[in-house]
Nanobody, 121 residues
Framework: QVHVMESGGGSVQTGGSLRLSCTIS????????LGWFRQAPGKDREGVSC????????YYADSVKGRFTISRDNAKNTLYLQMNSLKPEDTAMYYC??????????????WGQGTQVTVAS
């Protein structure tokens, strides 16, 4: 059974930073593409950042380029999202996904329950 668990969300002021973590068990972590997605109240889920198996092929939504960095540690079965210079519009529930993912047309095979990020103005 695949288990996906996000952590690291919280409340910060504009300009602050957070680091999200996603630990995945029950699958061969190193052979799956991974991604971070978010959904704000009343809005569709959007792909924030995705990473292929190699770790070199990455995608970032235009809204987060230059501020967010995705990384993976295959030895720890963990995906990270470093978020800097946070803005109120980054406020959302953040989800981690693995498997058949797409950031441009949000989808994934395995999903976590999400971690809330709130950025105060």
């Amino acid at each position: 059974q695949v288990h996906v668990m996000e952590s690291g969300g919280g409340s910060v002021q504009t300009g602050g930073s957070l680091r999200l973590s996603c630990t995945i068990s029950g699958l061969s972590f190193g052979v799956y593409p991974l991604g971070w997605f978010r959904q704000a109240p009343g809005k569709d889920r959007e792909g924030v950042s995705c990473m292929g198996v190699s770790g070199y092929d990455t995608y970032y939504a235009d809204s987060v380029k230059g501020r967010f960095t995705i990384s993976r540690d295959n030895a720890k079965n963990t995906l990270y999202l470093q978020m800097n210079s946070l803005k109120p519009e980054d406020t959302a529930m953040y989800y981690c996904a693995a498997g058949d993912i797409s950031c441009t047309r949000p989808r994934g095979s395995y999903w976590g329950q999400g971690t809330q990020v709130t950025v105060a103005s």
